[in-house]
């Protein structure tokens, strides 16, 4: 009897630590443990919105498309509406389809730059992100935001903010630049670690 | 009566030594008085170009960047080390106090470049937009809306500021001339390279790379960054003028302590075991004061005196301790000794010997290079002030002195020597020599006899120039026109002519102002048809696709054709122009000049192989060096021809053609067999062996007449002591590490060995019988 009461003494004691520990990791929810969770799957397919708000332009600039961000091969943005517009971005920077062709796009010395940021933004890269941002991030696994507020002179004259924000998946992205545009990236029917397609295989590896 | 007639020739002779010596106090307080500068810049060496005052001013702009600017590349392979290292780097060395500026981050204020580019969107636009503007216009307009669908392309104006994208044109423009590009998240320039990435640190000296002390302690700060950053696994890779100049007065120090040093103990050591006294020593202060006065008078008559001359300088050591030695050597006649009468009996050649020495080198400083000329002042100035002290000084200082034979081993060799006669069968050897040595002359002329750069410190360069594709050519393109519009047109000319070399990868990147900006008169044509597609309706479906309205594109082509028209002045000084400044030469009596320069150029032949374009000429200021060095060697020569024929009709008119025949063997011989040899051992023979050939040959005639003429054994040691001291300090001149310096050590140091050894050639054939009988 005394026998059976401290088993379940122990039993109930294990349990509660371990409940503590759950509630423990709950309320740590900071930018590596969201690092951890946006990087848990090696491939994503999905679709996406883009809006650009001009102050010039009553409505905003739209165009839509599906991705497919591989942690390996890099990410293909593949641009359906308004046209069709093939961009691939990987470690040798970003290329443009042209007739069948991947061509490189050197049209701007700063963007080899601002597409590492971007893909470090997509995968929740807090290595690469903390030296650029201060990092405020509110709620829960499920339901997160993420405030970056540029910390350099330069980086400030480019971005006021950036709010990423989602739950097992980055779901919006809000970019305001420093000159009064806003830009939204809305990303939907996220699926984790499918296999790649002919033409996407095709696309990313080299 | 007579003696007492000499002795005051001797001591009026004093009397002009004095004043000689009196002069050198006043040298000195002139020489400190100006501000000489130590040169280490191979273009004072050379024979000076006739270059045009354009010209001139050209070459002085391009390098004066060259001679201050230090470039440097740190490298880490996680390229969020950087920042941090680079701004610790630029800190240190900022308080150096050693430059004007250490920049990391280039163009902070975005604001300002955002207004640059803004007002130069029509003044910078490139050429191939222009053409599209001019061909296509609907399909290119139509075709800047797909930036807008890409996120990955912050552009640095807002679209609603720039709809058609012209600025960001001209920054892919802009960053397309180098090979690193600037990353606008920290305002670095950077590449990744050879799996590291390198961020660009451009350092400004405070003085240029002549100045005294400046390229020594900044070659000494790189190196101390470097193991410092090495420690903590960067890489630290550098590139400037001014390290060069550091490398050059380092190992001129080394050779000038070498050559000088050496030979100073060498004759110190030789002077003791000579004379067996400390008092003969004193043999020291001529030699001391003579290359005070070298250096005195050089830093007087130049503006700046090179390195090289110094180095070369020193072996003045050598020549200037005869005059004592002459003197010294009297000691070992039998009988008494005293030095006033033996000065007095050497009074007449040795002012025979020194004025045909001043004059031998006053004739070498009218060779068209200012490194002869200041070795010749140098050494002319040296000698004069050592047989200055010679004469008023050393008599009292060596007069306690007793008489005292020779050592018995320079007795010994002096005696063989004197009475040495060569078999036939050396004939022989030396027909053998010759017919081997002769063919396999070569001869070897440019600027690499001048430069001897340490391995290291070029390959630092060639990484470097690898890694950021910096690599300016001295080579560049003065342009001349009448006016702006025609400056442009003929700088766009010249680019055109470049582009198959770019393209067959032997020339990098091209600098120039019309790549980069248009002229008042273009930028009015491209107004003009910006206003012209304003008011036609174009098909633009990939804007309405997007929402944007034919009227908004009319609109924006409305504004850009209301921009100013840019003045090539105010677009000079805007964060865009800033970089070509030094490409601008201005307006001068209605002709207007700019340069275009070049970068990883290489064969610079091809260059000369381009077809003549008018109003464009390329400028080399290292000159047609080789044509120079190939001409002046030519001079050279005629003039070792032309001396050994006047000494040859000398020599017939004072002693008769059968002997001057036999005296001139000597030196034939002996300049014969130091080309042979030189030949044997592979040794390419430059302008300065040349000169060097000439000093053999009057060596030599030296040798020949005081073998024939003076047949004493005790003046044989003196001269056997002399041949030595010479030999000593010219063969150090053999080790340095310049080869023009080291061939003319070594030809000397051949010469003179062999002239020693032929000299009894010249013996006469009775002499030896007589000495054989005493």
């Known amino acids: 009897?005394?026998?059976?009461?401290?088993?379940?003494?122990?039993?109930?004691?294990?349990?509660?630590?371990?409940?503590?520990?759950?509630?423990?990791?709950?309320?740590?929810?900071?930018?590596?443990?969201?690092?951890?969770?946006?990087?848990?799957?090696?491939?994503?397919?999905?679709?996406?919105?883009?809006?650009?708000?001009?102050?010039?332009?009553?409505?905003?600039?739209?165009?839509?498309?599906?991705?497919?961000?591989?942690?390996?091969?890099?990410?293909?943005?593949?641009?359906?509406?308004?046209?069709?517009?093939?961009?691939?971005?990987?470690?040798?920077?970003?290329?443009?389809?042209?007739?069948?062709?991947?061509?490189?796009?050197?049209?701007?010395?700063?963007?080899?730059?601002?597409?590492?940021?971007?893909?470090?933004?997509?995968?929740g890269d807090h290595q690469q992100l903390t030296p650029l941002f201060d990092s405020q991030l509110h709620g829960n696994r499920e339901q997160w935001q993420l405030t970056l507020q540029p910390r350099s002179l330069l980086l400030k004259q480019v971005f006021q903010h950036i709010v990423v924000s989602g739950g097992n998946e980055i779901q919006q992205v809000t970019l305001l630049e420093s000159q009064g545009d806003r830009s939204e990236l809305l990303f939907s029917q996220q699926q984790p670690n499918q296999p790649l397609s002919d033409s996407e295989r095709r696309a990313l590896v080299p | 009566m007579r003696l007492l007639a000499s002795f005051t020739i001797v001591q009026r002779a004093a009397g002009l030594g004095l004043v000689l010596l009196l002069l050198l106090p006043a040298l000195a307080l002139l020489s400190g008085l100006r501000e000489a500068k130590l040169s280490a810049n191979l273009l004072e060496l050379l024979p000076q170009q006739s270059h045009s005052a354009a010209e001139q001013q050209a070459i002085t702009q391009i390098q004066s960047t060259l001679h201050r600017d230090l470039w440097l590349l740190l490298g880490h392979p996680d390229a969020d080390q950087l920042p941090r290292a680079a701004a610790q780097l630029s800190q240190t060395w900022q308080r150096s106090g050693l430059f004007v500026s250490v920049e990391w981050q280039f163009q902070q204020d975005l604001a300002q470049v955002r207004q640059s580019l803004k007002q130069a969107r029509i003044a910078s636009l490139p050429l191939a937009a222009q053409a599209q503007l001019n061909d296509d216009a609907a399909r290119f307009i139509d075709g800047r809306s797909a930036r807008l669908l890409d996120p990955f392309r912050p552009d640095l104006l807002p679209p609603q500021e720039d709809w058609l994208g012209f600025a960001s044109l001209i920054s892919a423009n802009a960053a397309s001339a180098s090979a690193l590009t600037w990353q606008a998240t920290r305002g670095t320039l950077e590449r990744h390279a050879h799996g590291q990435q390198w961020l660009l640190i451009r350092a400004q000296s405070l003085s240029d790379a002549f100045a005294l002390d400046t390229p020594q302690q900044i070659a000494n700060l790189l190196s101390d960054s470097q193991r410092t950053l090495q420690a903590q696994g960067f890489s630290l890779l550098a590139s400037s003028g001014l390290l060069h100049a550091a490398a050059a007065q380092t190992q001129a120090q080394r050779e000038i302590n070498l050559v000088g040093g050496g030979g100073l103990l060498g004759i110190v050591l030789l002077l003791c075991l000579s004379f067996r006294s400390a008092r003969a020593l004193s043999a020291l202060l001529p030699v001391c004061t003579g290359m005070l006065a070298g250096v005195l008078v050089s830093l007087c008559l130049f503006s700046s005196v090179h390195v090289l001359t110094l180095v070369l300088g020193c072996s003045l050591i050598g020549v200037a301790i005869d005059y004592p030695l002459h003197v010294l050597a009297k000691r070992w006649q039998p009988g008494s000794w005293h030095p006033e009468q033996a000065l007095q009996q050497l009074l007449p050649s040795l002012t025979l010997g020194l004025l045909t020495s001043v004059l031998g080198y006053l004739a070498l400083s009218a060779a068209p290079f200012p490194a002869l000329q200041q070795v010749a002042v140098f050494s002319a100035a040296g000698l004069m002030a050592a047989f200055g002290c010679v004469i008023c000084v050393l008599p009292k200082l060596i007069r306690a002195l007793p008489a005292h034979p020779a050592p018995a081993l320079l007795q010994h060799s002096a005696s063989r020597w004197l009475n040495w006669r060569w078999p036939r069968s050396a004939l022989l050897l030396v027909m053998l020599l010759a017919a081997f040595g002769l063919p396999q002359i070569t001869w070897s002329e440019g600027l690499k006899q001048w430069i001897s750069s340490p391995a290291a410190l070029l390959e630092q360069e060639q990484a470097f120039a690898d890694i950021s594709g910096q690599r300016p050519t001295s080579q560049f393109f003065l342009l001349e026109a009448d006016d702006l519009e025609q400056l442009l047109q003929r700088e766009r000319a010249l680019l055109e002519a470049l582009k198959p070399l770019q393209q067959a990868k032997q020339l990098g990147a091209v600098l120039s102002i019309a790549e980069r900006y248009n002229s008042p008169a273009q930028q009015t044509a491209l107004q003009l048809r910006l206003q012209q597609l304003a008011q036609t309706p174009l098909d633009t479906p990939h804007w309405q696709a997007l929402g944007v309205s034919p009227a908004l594109l009319q609109s924006t082509l409305h504004e850009l054709a209301a921009l100013p028209v840019l003045s090539l002045a105010d677009w000079l000084q805007s964060p865009l122009g800033q970089p070509y400044q030094t490409l601008w030469l201005g307006e001068q009596n209605g002709t207007w000049r700019s340069i275009v320069s070049l970068n990883q150029l290489q064969d610079s032949q091809l260059l000369h192989a381009l077809p003549s374009l008018p109003g464009v000429r390329l400028i080399n200021p290292l000159g047609d060096v080789q044509t120079q060095l190939l001409s002046a060697r030519q001079q050279a020569l005629w003039l070792v021809l032309l001396a050994a024929g006047l000494m040859l009709a000398l020599l017939c008119l004072r002693c008769g053609y059968r002997l001057a025949l036999r005296l001139a063997v000597v030196p034939a011989l002996a300049l014969l067999l130091t080309v042979s040899l030189l030949g044997l051992l592979q040794v390419p023979l430059t302008l300065f062996s040349v000169f060097a050939l000439l000093l053999v040959l009057a060596v030599g005639v030296d040798y020949a007449i005081f073998l024939q003429q003076q047949h004493s054994l005790a003046t044989a040691c003196g001269l056997c002591l002399q041949a030595l001291t010479t030999l000593l300090s010219f063969g150090l001149l053999a080790l340095s590490n310049t080869p023009a310096i080291s061939s003319f050590g070594l030809c000397l140091a051949l010469g003179i060995s062999l002239s020693l050894l032929l000299a009894p050639l010249a013996s006469p054939p009775t002499a030896r019988s007589h000495h054989g009988r005493t």
């Open chain 1, 1 to 123: 009897m005394k026998r059976r009461a401290l088993i379940v003494a122990l039993s109930l004691a294990v349990l509660a630590s371990l409940g503590a520990r759950a509630n423990e990791a709950n309320s740590s929810f900071d930018l590596p443990a969201l690092s951890q969770q946006l990087q848990q799957s090696e491939r994503l397919h999905g679709q996406f919105i883009q809006r650009r708000f001009l102050p010039g332009l009553a409505q905003p600039l739209q165009s839509q498309g599906r991705f497919v961000m591989d942690r390996e091969l890099g990410l293909l943005w593949l641009i359906e509406q308004p046209w069709q517009l093939d961009l691939r971005l990987n470690q040798s920077g970003l290329a443009q389809q042209q007739d069948g062709q991947w061509l490189a796009v050197a049209d701007n010395a700063a963007s080899a730059q601002f597409t590492r940021l971007f893909l470090s933004l997509l995968q």
